[in-house]
C-alpha cells in the first residue's frame, strides 16, 4: 500500500465526517471535510505521479472515493431541502449510467481502462464549486445558476459517455479491420 493509495481511503473515510457534519447542521465543517477530500484528491494525483507510484488499485480507489463523497453531498443536501430533486437525480442517473455502461464494456471484453473526458472533468468541476458554493453560503440566499450550469455540464457528459461508448461497440461489432488488400 503506498502514499497515493492511502490518501484515496483517507478521503473514502472524509465522506463519513462530511455526514456527520451535514446532518448536524455544521455546514462549515461539513465545507472544511469537503476541501480537505479535495485537497488530498489533487496530493495523491500528483504524489502518484512524481512517486511513480500509479497502481491498478489506485486507479480503482480514487474515482471511487471522489464519487462517494459527491453523490453523498448530492444526496445529503437534497435530503435537508438544500439542492433540488431534479439535479441530485441527474446526478445520480448519469453516474449510474456511466457505471452500467463501463460494466457493459467490460462484459463485452473491453480492455481499454475508462479514462475521463474533458466533458467529465467539467462535470466534476462544476459539481465540486456547487457543493463548495453552496456549504460557503450556508445561511445566506443563493442563485439557482449553480443548479443549471452543473446540470447542464451533467448532461452533456453523461450523454459524450454514453456516444463514446456506442462508438466503441459499433466500431468492434461492425467495422471490419483493414487488410490491406
Not at 447542521?25 to 507510484?53: N, P
Not at 464494456?105 to 462535470?123: D, E, H, N
Request: proline share 4%; glycine share 6%; with cysteine.
Amino acid at each position: 500500500m503506498n502514499v497515493p493509495n492511502l490518501l484515496s481511503i483517507f478521503r473514502f473515510f472524509l465522506t463519513f465526517f462530511f455526514i456527520i457534519s451535514v446532518n448536524s447542521g455544521r455546514l462549515r465543517l461539513a465545507l472544511f471535510f469537503f476541501i480537505l477530500q479535495g485537497i488530498s484528491d489533487l496530493l495523491d494525483g500528483f504524489l502518484a505521479r512524481v512517486m511513480g507510484k500509479k497502481t491498478h488499485l489506485g486507479a480503482f480507489l480514487d474515482p471511487i472515493a471522489d464519487k462517494t463523497m459527491l453523490v453523498a453531498s448530492f444526496i445529503l443536501l437534497y435530503i435537508h431541502k438544500i439542492v433540488p430533486f431534479w439535479l441530485t437525480s441527474l446526478v445520480l442517473v448519469r453516474d449510474m449510467v456511466i457505471a452500467f455502461g463501463f460494466l457493459v464494456l467490460y462484459k463485452l471484453s473491453y480492455t481499454r481502462q475508462p479514462a475521463p473526458s474533458i466533458f467529465g472533468k467539467i462535470t466534476t468541476a462544476c459539481q465540486i464549486v456547487t457543493i463548495v458554493y453552496i456549504l460557503w453560503s450556508e445561511a445566506r440566499p443563493y442563485g439557482d445558476v449553480f443548479f443549471y450550469v452543473t446540470a447542464l455540464s451533467t448532461a452533456v457528459s453523461g450523454l459524450h459517455y454514453i456516444a463514446i461508448g456506442l462508438r466503441m461497440i459499433y466500431r468492434s461489432r461492425f467495422q471490419q479491420p483493414a487488410n490491406g488488400s
